[in-house]
């Protein structure tokens, strides 16, 4: 049974930062993509980056220069650095993994970027 945890989520002011981690239950080199996904309330949940096994790397416009995506196999985890924040960031984020026709998610980490 694949697990995903997210982790790091929080309050944060405009222009600061947080990372967030993604942990699995298993190897990640397994996973032919990781990444992350973002929802705001009444919004359509969107792509917020990605990186396949072969280290392809995706982002969304909104983020791009300001998050990173990231992994550590010897710790079975996903990073998504998160700088220069803007209240439009405030969403939950949810950790995605896909290996061939199976998709996992994890339960998300509520994300508050306010004065």
């Known amino acids: 049974q694949v697990q995903l945890v997210e982790s790091g989520g929080g309050l944060v002011q405009p222009g600061g930062s947080l990372r967030l981690s993604c942990a699995a239950s298993?190897?990640?080199?397994?996973?032919?993509?990781m990444g992350w996904y973002r929802q705001a309330p009444g919004k359509q949940r969107e792509l917020v980056a990605a990186?396949?096994?072969?280290?392809?790397?995706n982002y969304a416009d909104s983020v791009k220069g300001r998050f990173t995506i990231s992994r550590d196999n010897a710790k079975n985890t996903v990073y998504l650095q998160m700088n220069s924040l803007k209240p439009e960031d405030t969403c939950v984020y949810y950790c995605?993994?896909?290996?061939?026709?199976?998709?996992?998610w994890g339960q998300g980490t509520q994300v508050t970027v306010s004065s």
């Open positions: 995605n993994a896909n290996r061939g026709p199976s998709g996992y």
């Open positions: 298993g190897s990640i080199f397994s996973f032919d993509a």
């Open positions: 990186i396949t096994r072969s280290d392809r790397i």
